[in-house]
Protein backbone atom coordinates (compact mmCIF):
# COMPACT_ATOMS: atom_id res chain seq x y z
CA UNK A 1 0.00 0.00 0.00
CA UNK A 2 1.19 3.18 -1.14
CA UNK A 3 1.90 5.77 1.61
CA UNK A 4 0.66 9.61 0.69
CA UNK A 5 3.71 12.10 0.81
CA UNK A 6 0.92 15.18 0.58
CA UNK A 7 1.76 17.45 3.12
CA UNK A 8 -0.26 20.78 4.18
CA UNK A 9 1.74 23.66 3.65
CA UNK A 10 1.53 27.25 5.06
CA UNK A 11 -1.80 28.94 4.16
CA UNK A 12 -1.46 31.40 1.09
CA UNK A 13 -2.51 34.88 1.70
CA UNK A 14 -3.12 37.63 -0.66
CA UNK A 15 -0.19 40.46 -0.79
CA UNK A 16 -0.89 43.55 -2.30
CA UNK A 17 1.68 46.30 -3.97
CA UNK A 18 1.83 49.76 -2.94
CA UNK A 19 0.81 50.14 -6.72
CA UNK A 20 -2.47 49.97 -5.76
CA UNK A 21 -2.97 53.13 -4.32
CA UNK A 22 -1.90 54.52 -7.90
CA UNK A 23 -5.05 51.97 -9.67
CA UNK A 24 -7.11 53.54 -6.88
CA UNK A 25 -6.18 56.92 -6.41
CA UNK A 26 -4.61 58.25 -9.87
CA UNK A 27 -6.43 56.15 -12.12
CA UNK A 28 -10.34 57.56 -10.12
CA UNK A 29 -9.54 60.57 -8.64
CA UNK A 30 -6.78 62.73 -10.67
CA UNK A 31 -9.21 65.51 -10.36
CA UNK A 32 -9.29 67.58 -7.31
CA UNK A 33 -13.29 68.31 -7.43
CA UNK A 34 -13.74 64.47 -7.28
CA UNK A 35 -10.70 63.96 -5.18
CA UNK A 36 -11.52 66.06 -2.51
CA UNK A 37 -15.59 65.37 -2.67
CA UNK A 38 -14.66 61.59 -1.66
CA UNK A 39 -12.94 62.80 1.24
CA UNK A 40 -16.41 65.18 2.06
CA UNK A 41 -18.55 62.29 1.90
CA UNK A 42 -16.53 60.51 4.75
CA UNK A 43 -17.25 63.40 6.70
CA UNK A 44 -20.92 63.13 6.03
CA UNK A 45 -21.00 59.37 6.94
CA UNK A 46 -18.79 60.74 10.15
CA UNK A 47 -22.17 62.56 10.98
CA UNK A 48 -20.19 65.89 10.80
CA UNK A 49 -22.77 68.86 10.51
CA UNK A 50 -19.51 71.52 9.77
CA UNK A 51 -16.77 70.58 6.67
CA UNK A 52 -14.12 73.40 6.22
CA UNK A 53 -12.45 72.82 2.89
CA UNK A 54 -8.61 74.72 2.87
CA UNK A 55 -7.31 75.45 -0.53
CA UNK A 56 -4.00 76.69 -0.72
CA UNK A 57 -3.33 77.74 -4.39
CA UNK A 58 0.21 79.30 -3.74
CA UNK A 59 1.53 76.46 -1.71
CA UNK A 60 1.37 72.63 -1.57
CA UNK A 61 -1.66 71.99 0.35
CA UNK A 62 -5.26 71.02 0.31
CA UNK A 63 -6.91 70.25 3.93
CA UNK A 64 -10.24 68.96 4.87
CA UNK A 65 -11.64 69.26 8.36
CA UNK A 66 -14.94 68.10 9.43
CA UNK A 67 -16.28 68.19 13.43
CA UNK A 68 -17.87 64.26 12.57
CA UNK A 69 -17.21 61.63 15.13
CA UNK A 70 -13.74 60.98 14.64
CA UNK A 71 -11.79 57.79 15.15
CA UNK A 72 -10.22 55.92 17.93
CA UNK A 73 -7.52 53.28 17.81
CA UNK A 74 -10.04 50.61 16.63
CA UNK A 75 -11.58 52.47 14.47
CA UNK A 76 -8.55 53.19 12.43
CA UNK A 77 -6.92 49.46 12.40
CA UNK A 78 -10.24 47.89 11.68
CA UNK A 79 -11.60 50.22 9.53
CA UNK A 80 -9.74 53.08 7.82
CA UNK A 81 -7.06 50.92 7.39
CA UNK A 82 -9.28 47.72 5.95
CA UNK A 83 -9.36 48.30 2.05
CA UNK A 84 -12.91 48.30 -0.11
CA UNK A 85 -14.65 47.38 3.34
CA UNK A 86 -18.47 47.55 2.66
CA UNK A 87 -18.35 48.11 6.84
CA UNK A 88 -20.33 51.48 6.96
CA UNK A 89 -23.17 49.61 5.77
CA UNK A 90 -23.19 47.51 9.12
CA UNK A 91 -25.02 50.43 10.40
CA UNK A 92 -28.21 51.60 8.74
CA UNK A 93 -28.15 55.16 10.04
CA UNK A 94 -25.80 57.38 11.70
CA UNK A 95 -26.27 57.87 14.77
CA UNK A 96 -26.79 61.70 15.21
CA UNK A 97 -28.64 62.70 12.13
CA UNK A 98 -30.41 59.35 10.84
CA UNK A 99 -28.34 59.67 7.40
CA UNK A 100 -28.26 56.55 5.28
CA UNK A 101 -24.28 56.12 4.44
CA UNK A 102 -23.38 56.96 1.36
CA UNK A 103 -19.87 55.63 1.37
CA UNK A 104 -20.33 52.07 -0.28
CA UNK A 105 -16.78 50.99 -1.99
CA UNK A 106 -14.49 51.49 0.59
CA UNK A 107 -11.70 52.89 -1.54
CA UNK A 108 -12.74 56.90 -0.98
CA UNK A 109 -10.51 56.76 1.60
CA UNK A 110 -7.77 56.64 -0.80
CA UNK A 111 -8.68 59.17 -3.19
CA UNK A 112 -6.41 61.46 -1.72
CA UNK A 113 -3.45 60.12 -3.35
CA UNK A 114 -5.11 60.81 -6.57
CA UNK A 115 -3.87 64.33 -6.26
CA UNK A 116 -1.19 63.92 -3.81
CA UNK A 117 1.30 61.72 -2.60
CA UNK A 118 0.93 62.32 0.88
CA UNK A 119 -2.03 62.13 3.23
CA UNK A 120 -1.98 63.55 6.89
CA UNK A 121 -4.53 62.35 8.94
CA UNK A 122 -5.37 63.88 12.82
CA UNK A 123 -8.36 62.89 14.20
CA UNK A 124 -10.42 63.04 17.70
CA UNK A 125 -12.62 61.04 19.48
CA UNK A 126 -13.14 60.20 23.34
CA UNK A 127 -10.64 62.76 24.34
CA UNK A 128 -7.89 61.07 22.31
CA UNK A 129 -6.09 62.86 19.33
CA UNK A 130 -4.30 60.02 16.93
CA UNK A 131 -2.07 61.10 14.11
CA UNK A 132 -0.61 58.66 11.13
CA UNK A 133 0.97 60.07 7.84
CA UNK A 134 0.63 57.50 4.55
CA UNK A 135 3.85 58.98 1.93
CA UNK A 136 3.38 57.43 -1.13
CA UNK A 137 7.28 57.48 -1.54
CA UNK A 138 7.59 56.08 2.30
CA UNK A 139 5.44 53.24 1.28
CA UNK A 140 8.09 52.34 -0.73
CA UNK A 141 10.59 51.74 1.57
CA UNK A 142 8.64 48.73 3.17
CA UNK A 143 9.38 45.08 2.39
CA UNK A 144 9.79 44.08 -1.05
CA UNK A 145 8.86 40.40 -3.13
CA UNK A 146 8.41 39.24 -5.96
CA UNK A 147 10.70 39.31 -9.41
CA UNK A 148 9.94 42.97 -9.74
CA UNK A 149 11.14 43.48 -6.24
CA UNK A 150 7.90 45.23 -5.28
CA UNK A 151 6.73 47.09 -2.35
CA UNK A 152 4.03 44.89 -0.35
CA UNK A 153 1.62 48.07 1.16
CA UNK A 154 0.67 45.62 4.16
CA UNK A 155 3.96 45.18 4.94
CA UNK A 156 4.58 48.45 4.88
CA UNK A 157 4.81 49.80 8.78
CA UNK A 158 3.03 52.85 9.24
CA UNK A 159 3.70 54.98 12.71
CA UNK A 160 0.28 55.15 14.59
CA UNK A 161 0.62 58.42 17.52
CA UNK A 162 -1.71 58.66 20.35
CA UNK A 163 -2.13 61.93 22.49
CA UNK A 164 -4.06 63.77 24.84
CA UNK A 165 -7.17 65.57 23.56
CA UNK A 166 -9.07 66.64 27.01
CA UNK A 167 -11.16 69.32 26.01
CA UNK A 168 -11.13 69.01 22.49
CA UNK A 169 -14.18 68.36 19.93
CA UNK A 170 -14.20 65.32 18.20
CA UNK A 171 -13.28 65.42 13.77
CA UNK A 172 -11.22 64.68 11.73
CA UNK A 173 -8.46 66.71 9.72
CA UNK A 174 -6.78 65.11 6.45
CA UNK A 175 -3.79 67.16 4.97
CA UNK A 176 -3.07 66.62 1.74
CA UNK A 177 0.62 67.87 0.67
CA UNK A 178 2.62 67.33 -2.09
CA UNK A 179 0.43 67.65 -4.50
CA UNK A 180 0.99 65.75 -7.94
CA UNK A 181 1.26 68.78 -10.34
CA UNK A 182 0.35 66.35 -13.79
CA UNK A 183 -3.36 67.40 -12.10
CA UNK A 184 -3.26 70.97 -13.07
CA UNK A 185 -3.84 74.31 -11.70
CA UNK A 186 -6.43 73.80 -8.65
CA UNK A 187 -9.90 75.87 -9.49
CA UNK A 188 -11.62 76.77 -6.40
CA UNK A 189 -14.66 77.50 -8.44
CA UNK A 190 -14.77 73.83 -9.93
CA UNK A 191 -14.49 72.32 -6.20
CA UNK A 192 -17.16 74.78 -5.59
CA UNK A 193 -19.47 73.45 -7.87
CA UNK A 194 -18.57 70.42 -7.63
CA UNK A 195 -19.44 70.03 -4.07
CA UNK A 196 -22.98 71.98 -4.56
CA UNK A 197 -23.75 69.36 -7.02
CA UNK A 198 -22.49 65.88 -6.12
CA UNK A 199 -23.43 65.99 -2.13
CA UNK A 200 -26.76 65.98 -0.30
CA UNK A 201 -28.28 68.86 0.36
CA UNK A 202 -29.31 69.01 4.42
CA UNK A 203 -29.71 71.79 6.30
CA UNK A 204 -27.56 70.19 8.99
CA UNK A 205 -24.46 69.86 6.51
CA UNK A 206 -22.53 72.25 5.56
CA UNK A 207 -19.54 72.73 3.50
CA UNK A 208 -17.21 75.75 3.11
CA UNK A 209 -14.21 76.06 0.46
CA UNK A 210 -11.95 79.00 1.43
CA UNK A 211 -14.72 80.83 2.97
CA UNK A 212 -17.25 79.67 0.42
CA UNK A 213 -20.61 77.79 0.48
CA UNK A 214 -21.07 74.44 -1.48
CA UNK A 215 -24.75 75.36 -1.87
CA UNK A 216 -26.36 73.96 -4.99
CA UNK A 217 -28.34 77.02 -6.51
CA UNK A 218 -31.69 76.77 -6.98
CA UNK A 219 -32.75 76.95 -10.85
CA UNK A 220 -35.83 79.58 -11.91
CA UNK A 221 -38.79 77.19 -12.74
CA UNK A 222 -40.95 78.07 -15.40
CA UNK A 223 -42.87 74.43 -14.77
CA UNK A 224 -42.40 71.53 -12.59
CA UNK A 225 -43.20 67.77 -13.07
CA UNK A 226 -43.64 65.76 -10.49
CA UNK A 227 -41.89 61.99 -10.71
CA UNK A 228 -43.43 59.52 -7.72
CA UNK A 229 -43.61 55.88 -9.43
CA UNK A 230 -42.10 52.42 -8.54
CA UNK A 231 -41.00 49.69 -11.15
CA UNK A 232 -41.33 46.29 -10.65
CA UNK A 233 -37.30 46.08 -11.78
CA UNK A 234 -35.80 49.43 -10.44
CA UNK A 235 -37.78 50.20 -7.48
CA UNK A 236 -39.00 53.95 -6.11
CA UNK A 237 -38.43 56.71 -8.62
CA UNK A 238 -38.49 59.94 -7.19
CA UNK A 239 -38.16 63.64 -8.31
CA UNK A 240 -39.40 66.01 -10.40
CA UNK A 241 -39.09 67.01 -14.16
CA UNK A 242 -38.15 70.91 -13.61
CA UNK A 243 -38.64 73.69 -17.44
CA UNK A 244 -36.04 76.13 -16.21
CA UNK A 245 -36.82 79.91 -17.54
CA UNK A 246 -33.73 79.71 -19.11
CA UNK A 247 -31.24 77.89 -21.10
CA UNK A 248 -29.20 75.73 -18.65
CA UNK A 249 -25.15 75.16 -19.66
CA UNK A 250 -25.74 71.32 -18.93
CA UNK A 251 -29.24 70.11 -19.09
CA UNK A 252 -30.47 66.49 -18.54
CA UNK A 253 -31.70 65.11 -15.62
CA UNK A 254 -29.48 64.15 -12.28
CA UNK A 255 -29.73 60.71 -11.08
CA UNK A 256 -28.95 60.79 -7.13
CA UNK A 257 -28.49 57.78 -4.62
CA UNK A 258 -28.96 58.60 -1.25
CA UNK A 259 -29.17 61.90 -1.99
CA UNK A 260 -25.18 61.92 -3.69
CA UNK A 261 -25.45 63.09 -7.67
CA UNK A 262 -23.85 60.13 -9.35
CA UNK A 263 -22.19 60.93 -12.99
CA UNK A 264 -23.48 64.02 -15.14
CA UNK A 265 -27.19 64.74 -16.22
CA UNK A 266 -28.40 62.32 -18.56
CA UNK A 267 -31.51 62.17 -21.17
CA UNK A 268 -31.98 58.20 -20.80
CA UNK A 269 -31.46 57.45 -24.56
CA UNK A 270 -34.54 60.37 -25.72
CA UNK A 271 -33.74 61.74 -29.24
CA UNK A 272 -32.91 65.24 -28.64
CA UNK A 273 -32.52 65.78 -32.40
CA UNK A 274 -36.58 65.79 -33.10
CA UNK A 275 -37.08 68.09 -30.38
CA UNK A 276 -37.64 71.73 -31.13
CA UNK A 277 -34.09 73.53 -30.30
CA UNK A 278 -35.53 75.60 -27.61
CA UNK A 279 -36.84 73.21 -25.59
CA UNK A 280 -34.46 70.66 -24.61
CA UNK A 281 -31.87 73.78 -23.09
CA UNK A 282 -34.47 74.07 -20.64
CA UNK A 283 -34.92 70.64 -19.45
CA UNK A 284 -33.58 69.85 -15.99
CA UNK A 285 -34.01 68.28 -12.27
CA UNK A 286 -33.07 64.99 -10.47
CA UNK A 287 -35.06 61.62 -9.41
CA UNK A 288 -33.56 59.49 -6.23
CA UNK A 289 -33.97 55.63 -7.04
CA UNK A 290 -32.82 53.84 -3.75
CA UNK A 291 -32.48 50.43 -5.52
CA UNK A 292 -29.26 51.61 -7.16
CA UNK A 293 -27.01 51.26 -4.12
CA UNK A 294 -28.79 48.38 -1.53
CA UNK A 295 -27.89 48.45 1.64
CA UNK A 296 -27.03 44.73 1.59
CA UNK A 297 -24.64 43.67 -1.48
CA UNK A 298 -27.39 41.41 -3.19
CA UNK A 299 -27.47 42.84 -6.23
CA UNK A 300 -24.87 40.19 -7.82
CA UNK A 301 -23.42 43.12 -9.78
CA UNK A 302 -23.33 47.24 -9.08
CA UNK A 303 -25.52 49.65 -10.81
CA UNK A 304 -23.41 52.29 -10.48
CA UNK A 305 -19.38 52.53 -11.83
CA UNK A 306 -16.59 51.72 -9.11
CA UNK A 307 -15.28 55.69 -9.89
CA UNK A 308 -18.90 56.79 -9.50
CA UNK A 309 -18.75 58.68 -12.92
CA UNK A 310 -21.79 57.15 -14.05
CA UNK A 311 -23.83 53.87 -14.44
CA UNK A 312 -23.52 50.01 -15.83
CA UNK A 313 -26.05 50.75 -18.36
CA UNK A 314 -26.60 47.59 -19.52
CA UNK A 315 -27.80 46.67 -16.08
CA UNK A 316 -31.79 45.77 -15.61
CA UNK A 317 -32.10 48.33 -13.41
CA UNK A 318 -31.05 51.09 -15.21
CA UNK A 319 -32.17 49.77 -18.03
CA UNK A 320 -35.83 50.11 -15.79
CA UNK A 321 -35.10 53.36 -15.19
CA UNK A 322 -34.27 54.73 -18.56
CA UNK A 323 -37.08 53.31 -19.99
CA UNK A 324 -39.49 54.96 -17.35
CA UNK A 325 -37.81 58.26 -17.60
CA UNK A 326 -37.21 58.36 -21.40
CA UNK A 327 -41.31 57.95 -21.52
CA UNK A 328 -41.62 60.79 -18.80
CA UNK A 329 -39.26 63.08 -20.88
CA UNK A 330 -41.10 62.24 -24.34
CA UNK A 331 -44.51 63.22 -22.56
CA UNK A 332 -43.35 66.52 -20.70
CA UNK A 333 -42.17 67.47 -24.36
CA UNK A 334 -45.46 66.86 -25.84
CA UNK A 335 -47.29 69.04 -23.18
CA UNK A 336 -44.31 71.65 -23.83
CA UNK A 337 -45.15 71.89 -27.78
CA UNK A 338 -48.71 71.78 -26.94
CA UNK A 339 -48.35 74.78 -24.42
CA UNK A 340 -45.33 76.77 -26.74
CA UNK A 341 -47.75 76.11 -29.61
CA UNK A 342 -50.68 77.55 -27.81
CA UNK A 343 -48.69 80.85 -26.76
CA UNK A 344 -47.46 81.14 -30.54
CA UNK A 345 -51.02 80.95 -31.84
CA UNK A 346 -52.26 83.61 -29.69
CA UNK A 347 -49.32 86.03 -29.87
CA UNK A 348 -50.14 85.26 -33.79
CA UNK A 349 -53.56 86.49 -33.51
CA UNK A 350 -52.66 89.27 -31.32
CA UNK A 351 -50.53 90.49 -33.75
CA UNK A 352 -52.85 89.89 -37.20
CA UNK A 353 -55.53 91.78 -34.85
CA UNK A 354 -53.09 94.77 -34.37
CA UNK A 355 -51.57 94.46 -37.91
CA UNK A 356 -55.61 94.87 -39.06
CA UNK A 357 -56.21 98.02 -37.63
CA UNK A 358 -53.65 99.78 -39.47
CA UNK A 359 -54.41 98.00 -43.06
CA UNK A 360 -57.82 99.18 -42.66
CA UNK A 361 -57.05 102.48 -42.01
CA UNK A 362 -54.46 102.64 -45.20
CA UNK A 363 -56.85 100.89 -46.98
CA UNK A 364 -59.69 103.19 -46.43
CA UNK A 365 -57.58 106.72 -46.46
CA UNK A 366 -56.36 104.60 -50.09
CA UNK A 367 -60.30 104.32 -51.26
CA UNK A 368 -61.03 108.10 -50.01
CA UNK A 369 -58.07 109.41 -52.05
CA UNK A 370 -59.58 107.00 -55.03
CA UNK A 371 -62.98 108.14 -54.92
CA UNK A 372 -61.32 112.17 -54.73
CA UNK A 373 -60.17 111.20 -58.41
CA UNK A 374 -62.79 110.02 -60.12
CA UNK A 375 -64.69 112.90 -58.63
CA UNK A 376 -61.75 115.04 -59.95
CA UNK A 377 -62.01 113.54 -63.48
CA UNK A 378 -65.43 114.15 -63.20
CA UNK A 379 -66.13 117.76 -62.28
CA UNK A 380 -62.21 119.01 -63.45
CA UNK A 381 -61.97 120.91 -60.32
CA UNK A 382 -59.25 120.96 -57.80
CA UNK A 383 -59.13 118.80 -54.32
CA UNK A 384 -57.97 122.27 -52.17
CA UNK A 385 -54.85 119.85 -51.28
CA UNK A 386 -51.82 122.90 -51.07
CA UNK A 387 -48.02 121.97 -51.42
CA UNK A 388 -45.32 122.70 -49.32
CA UNK A 389 -45.67 126.87 -50.05
CA UNK A 390 -49.36 127.21 -49.63
CA UNK A 391 -49.82 127.10 -53.13
CA UNK A 392 -53.17 125.64 -53.99
CA UNK A 393 -52.01 121.97 -55.95
CA UNK A 394 -53.52 121.63 -59.67
CA UNK A 395 -54.32 118.00 -60.97
CA UNK A 396 -54.60 117.27 -63.99
CA UNK A 397 -57.85 115.48 -65.46
CA UNK A 398 -56.76 111.76 -65.86
CA UNK A 399 -58.40 108.93 -67.54
CA UNK A 400 -59.24 106.36 -64.17
CA UNK A 401 -61.71 104.13 -65.21
CA UNK A 402 -64.48 103.31 -62.68
CA UNK A 403 -63.72 99.62 -60.70
CA UNK A 404 -67.09 98.37 -60.64
CA UNK A 405 -67.69 94.73 -59.07
CA UNK A 406 -68.30 92.61 -61.67
CA UNK A 407 -70.50 89.64 -61.31
CA UNK A 408 -68.28 86.54 -62.07
CA UNK A 409 -69.06 83.21 -61.16
CA UNK A 410 -65.42 81.91 -60.31
CA UNK A 411 -66.07 78.90 -58.01
CA UNK A 412 -64.46 79.84 -54.59
CA UNK A 413 -63.36 77.18 -51.92
CA UNK A 414 -66.39 76.23 -49.85
CA UNK A 415 -66.54 76.64 -46.04
CA UNK A 416 -68.42 74.44 -43.96
CA UNK A 417 -71.38 75.93 -42.78
CA UNK A 418 -71.22 75.34 -39.04
CA UNK A 419 -67.55 77.26 -39.19
CA UNK A 420 -69.05 79.92 -41.28
CA UNK A 421 -71.76 80.02 -38.40
CA UNK A 422 -69.55 80.42 -35.93
CA UNK A 423 -67.17 83.19 -37.88
CA UNK A 424 -70.73 85.01 -38.37
CA UNK A 425 -71.05 84.78 -34.79
CA UNK A 426 -67.32 86.18 -34.34
CA UNK A 427 -66.38 90.06 -33.38
CA UNK A 428 -64.97 91.82 -35.81
CA UNK A 429 -61.26 92.76 -36.08
CA UNK A 430 -61.89 95.58 -37.87
CA UNK A 431 -63.92 97.67 -40.85
CA UNK A 432 -62.53 99.00 -44.14
CA UNK A 433 -64.66 100.56 -47.08
CA UNK A 434 -63.64 99.07 -50.89
CA UNK A 435 -65.04 99.74 -53.64
CA UNK A 436 -68.27 101.58 -52.08
CA UNK A 437 -69.09 98.80 -49.93
CA UNK A 438 -68.28 98.23 -46.63
CA UNK A 439 -66.47 95.40 -45.66
CA UNK A 440 -66.28 93.36 -41.65
CA UNK A 441 -62.82 91.84 -41.07
CA UNK A 442 -62.53 88.55 -39.37
CA UNK A 443 -60.04 86.14 -38.20
CA UNK A 444 -61.04 82.64 -38.39
CA UNK A 445 -59.13 78.63 -38.80
CA UNK A 446 -59.96 77.82 -42.44
CA UNK A 447 -57.02 75.35 -42.69
CA UNK A 448 -53.61 75.68 -43.93
CA UNK A 449 -54.37 74.95 -47.64
CA UNK A 450 -57.28 77.83 -47.98
CA UNK A 451 -55.90 81.08 -48.97
CA UNK A 452 -54.44 83.96 -46.87
CA UNK A 453 -57.83 85.94 -47.11
CA UNK A 454 -60.61 85.39 -48.57
CA UNK A 455 -63.27 87.48 -49.48
CA UNK A 456 -66.74 86.82 -49.20
CA UNK A 457 -68.36 89.40 -51.07
CA UNK A 458 -71.73 89.12 -50.71
CA UNK A 459 -71.76 88.93 -47.14
CA UNK A 460 -69.61 92.02 -46.60
CA UNK A 461 -66.77 89.85 -45.19
CA UNK A 462 -62.74 89.58 -45.35
CA UNK A 463 -61.72 86.58 -43.53
CA UNK A 464 -58.04 86.06 -42.62
CA UNK A 465 -56.89 82.72 -42.61
CA UNK A 466 -55.08 82.04 -39.37
CA UNK A 467 -53.92 78.75 -40.49
CA UNK A 468 -52.12 79.94 -43.63
CA UNK A 469 -48.48 79.02 -43.06
CA UNK A 470 -47.47 82.95 -44.44
CA UNK A 471 -48.93 84.47 -40.82
CA UNK A 472 -46.83 81.80 -39.06
CA UNK A 473 -43.58 83.13 -40.83
CA UNK A 474 -44.66 86.42 -41.01
CA UNK A 475 -44.67 86.09 -37.07
CA UNK A 476 -41.50 85.01 -36.77
CA UNK A 477 -39.89 87.43 -39.19
CA UNK A 478 -41.75 90.22 -37.56
CA UNK A 479 -43.87 91.37 -40.54
CA UNK A 480 -47.39 90.49 -39.67
CA UNK A 481 -48.54 93.79 -40.91
CA UNK A 482 -46.56 93.81 -44.64
CA UNK A 483 -48.01 90.27 -44.86
CA UNK A 484 -51.98 91.40 -43.96
CA UNK A 485 -51.67 93.90 -45.97
CA UNK A 486 -50.58 92.23 -49.15
CA UNK A 487 -53.45 89.21 -48.47
CA UNK A 488 -56.03 91.63 -47.87
CA UNK A 489 -55.18 93.78 -50.95
CA UNK A 490 -54.31 91.28 -53.48
CA UNK A 491 -57.72 89.30 -52.19
CA UNK A 492 -59.53 92.49 -52.91
CA UNK A 493 -58.00 93.66 -56.03
CA UNK A 494 -58.56 90.39 -57.58
CA UNK A 495 -61.79 90.08 -56.97
CA UNK A 496 -62.51 93.62 -58.40
CA UNK A 497 -60.11 93.99 -61.28
CA UNK A 498 -61.23 92.10 -64.72
CA UNK A 499 -57.95 91.63 -66.13
CA UNK A 500 -54.73 90.32 -64.40
CA UNK A 501 -52.76 93.41 -65.60
CA UNK A 502 -55.89 96.22 -63.58
CA UNK A 503 -55.57 93.72 -60.50
CA UNK A 504 -51.42 93.89 -60.67
CA UNK A 505 -51.41 97.85 -61.16
CA UNK A 506 -54.27 98.27 -58.58
CA UNK A 507 -52.03 96.32 -56.18
CA UNK A 508 -49.14 98.13 -56.87
CA UNK A 509 -50.57 101.15 -55.46
CA UNK A 510 -52.15 99.59 -53.00
CA UNK A 511 -48.79 98.12 -51.93
CA UNK A 512 -47.00 101.93 -52.65
CA UNK A 513 -49.66 103.64 -50.61
CA UNK A 514 -49.59 101.48 -47.71
CA UNK A 515 -45.61 101.76 -47.09
CA UNK A 516 -45.64 105.13 -47.50
CA UNK A 517 -47.88 105.07 -44.27
CA UNK A 518 -46.06 102.65 -42.77
CA UNK A 519 -42.80 104.64 -43.01
CA UNK A 520 -44.86 107.57 -41.90
CA UNK A 521 -45.93 105.72 -38.83
CA UNK A 522 -42.11 104.18 -38.20
CA UNK A 523 -41.22 107.79 -38.17
CA UNK A 524 -43.39 108.98 -35.70
CA UNK A 525 -43.04 106.59 -33.14
CA UNK A 526 -39.37 106.97 -33.62
CA UNK A 527 -39.55 110.93 -32.50
CA UNK A 528 -42.26 109.74 -30.07
CA UNK A 529 -39.60 107.47 -28.28
CA UNK A 530 -36.98 110.17 -28.43
CA UNK A 531 -39.01 112.82 -27.02
CA UNK A 532 -40.32 110.64 -24.02
CA UNK A 533 -36.65 109.88 -23.60
CA UNK A 534 -35.98 113.49 -23.58
CA UNK A 535 -38.58 113.94 -21.23
CA UNK A 536 -37.63 111.15 -19.07
CA UNK A 537 -34.13 112.71 -18.66
CA UNK A 538 -35.27 115.90 -17.87
CA UNK A 539 -37.12 115.44 -14.84
CA UNK A 540 -35.81 115.77 -11.32
Not at 20 to 47: F, H, R, T
Not at 327 to 356: H, M, S, T
Request: aromatic share 6%; net charge neutral.
Amino acid sequence: MAVSTARKLKPLTFEVSTNLLDQIGVNMYSKYPKAIGELVVNAYDADANFVQVRVDQRGDCVEIEDNGSGMNEEDIRNQFMFIASRQKRVSKVTPIYGRLPIGQKGIGKLAGFGIAKCMEITTIKDEKQFYFRLDREELENGERIGKLREAVLNRSPIQLVESNARGKAPGTTVRLTKLRRECGRIDVDKIVIHLALELPQSSTFKVVVNRRECKRQDVPAAKRYTVDHVDPVCGPIKGEIIVAKKRLPEPGMLVTVRGRVVGRPLWFGVNREGWRFTIAPLITGSVEVPAFDPEEPSDGMDVIKTDREGFIETHPKFEALATYMKGQLEEVYRDLVKEYERREEQEKRLLINEAIRNVAADLNEWERERERDRRLQTTGSTTGRQDETGQEMQHPIVDIPSHLRRDRKGKKRGIPPKLMEEIRALLGSGKLRFAGRLFEVKTAPLGEDSPECDIRWEESLVIINLDHPAYEQARANRCVEITTFRAVAGALAAEECETAGEMYEELDSMIRFHAERMGKRARKGKADTIEDSTVTEAAP
